[in-house]
């Protein structure tokens, strides 16, 4: 009877360990191979931003007819080959923006962000983040290993603009994931061009992003799926959900840094931005957009977005 029982748990050991593996494998498709290709179209995607944002059709309209919208392309270390497009400015400048888009979106979907900075004079580069747009890759990396590729395209930008007269005066401005990015990237050792960040309603962790996740869409605690997807995840691409952690970065960033909100936004929920902001020493600031879901603070508030863009990208020593 003993031999039979010990039977008998050993085969519902093994069926419950491979549910949790096919389960967490399926987690992993669902959030970082999604089916959709809407991040893969940049032409529908300018346009939607162009119909989207009337403001900005005139200036969208002249990059177009004046072949102003060049495209760029770098092997990264992978050997993959990434995308992106640039955009000089009217007048020779040093300055310098990095826009860096969100989740399952593409570069076209910061044009809205490109018009900001364009208003103040800067040339921009514009990034496709792995699995993105026209850059190659098979899963989305969350911000954790697209630290790395924007940091290339950082250099890359440098060299693109940079002035015989002056050095690059950059800022890196991210949505959502391309938050995310944008502060994990700010707790690296960064080149003296780089003179700050804006995060757009970023996250704390992919920990707690997908940890949220689960609760509202399957109504699933984080035990013991989330452990053995995060464990899986890093069998499979190399990075686990608790490293990968913006909030960790901020707390080492040594560059001024805007941090931004909608105060209805409940897909980052609106609390991630007090851990973030206290989290980060030194310069900074924030600002809350009054009744803003993820990611349209700007679509709701353009003339406050804008001034206090511009008022932070002054305070980083940038005229």
Known sequence: MKKLIGILLAVFLVAVVGILFAASWYMLDYSLMPSTQHGRRLESRLREMRNGYPQIRPWVDSLKDAGALRDTFVLMPTGERHHAVYIRARRPSAKVAVLIHGYTDNCMGMMHIGYVYSQM?????????????????????????????????????????RDSTATSQMMVHGISMGAATAMCISGEE???????????????????????????????PAFPLLYTASALCKLRFGWSFGEASPLRQVGKCKLPMLFIHGDADTYVPFPMLDELY?????????????????????????????????AFVRRCGIR
Request: neutral net charge; aromatic residues 12%.
């Open 121 to 161: 004079g800067f040339n921009l580069l514009l990034p496709d983040l792995h699995a993105h747009g026209k850059s190659e890759g098979d899963a989305i990396q969350m911000g954790w290993k697209d630290r790395e590729d924007v940091m290339r395209w950082m250099a890359v930008a440098d060299s693109l603009f």
């Open 190 to 220: 960064l080149p003296p061009y780089v003179r700050g960040f804006v995060e757009d309603c970023g996250y704390t962790s992919v920990w707690e992003e997908f940890k949220g996740e689960m609760r509202a869409q399957f109504g699933l």
């Open 278 to 310: 206290s989290a980060k020493p030194g310069v900074k600031e924030r600002y809350v957009a009054p009744k803003s879901i993820h990611a349209l603070s700007y679509r709701d508030h353009p003339q406050e977005y804008a001034r206090r863009v511009a």
